[in-house]
């Protein structure tokens, strides 16, 4: 299985930004299709985001529809999300995972087989 290890996250204020990065131990990752999601203290796991293999197509849940882009780097071997306008809201741990194929339900975690050990992201008021 890809091993997957996330960064960028860390402490912004309401409105700022910030770019996570989830790099991916092999090559091979541009085979599988990358979503994020996050988990805020006391919440489930929520989807946020999803790109598939070759970056062709991307699929956003609707808290962050026009708030933040993902996108990958394949020569890095790695998905970024870049996320704008945060607020207090999106404060949680999130996680980058990967999974064999884009059809099926991105938002369903069940569906992914590997995860990153997640990075924090807080957004002060």
């Known amino acids: 299985q890809v091993q997957l290890v996330e960064s ?24 599988y299709t990358v979503g994020w999601f996050r988990q ?13 293999g070759s970056g ?3 699929f956003y849940a609707d808290s962050m529809k026009g708030r ?12 970024y999300l870049q996320m704008n306008s945060l607020e207090p809201e999106d404060t949680g741990v999130y996680y980058c995972a990967a999974r064999n194929r884009w059809s099926g339900d991105l938002a369903d975690s069940r569906q992914y087989v590997s995860w990153g050990q997640g990075t924090q992201v807080t957004v002060s008021s």
């Open 68 to 79: 933040s882009t993902i996108s990958r780097d394949n020569a890095k071997n790695g998905v």
């Open 56 to 58: 062709s197509l991307t």
């Open 40 to 52: 805020a203290l006391g919440k489930e796991r929520e989807f946020v985001a999803a790109i598939s």
């Open 8 to 31: 960028g996250g860390g402490l912004v204020q309401a409105g700022g930004s910030l770019r996570l990065f989830c790099a991916a131990s092999e090559r091979t990752s541009s085979s």
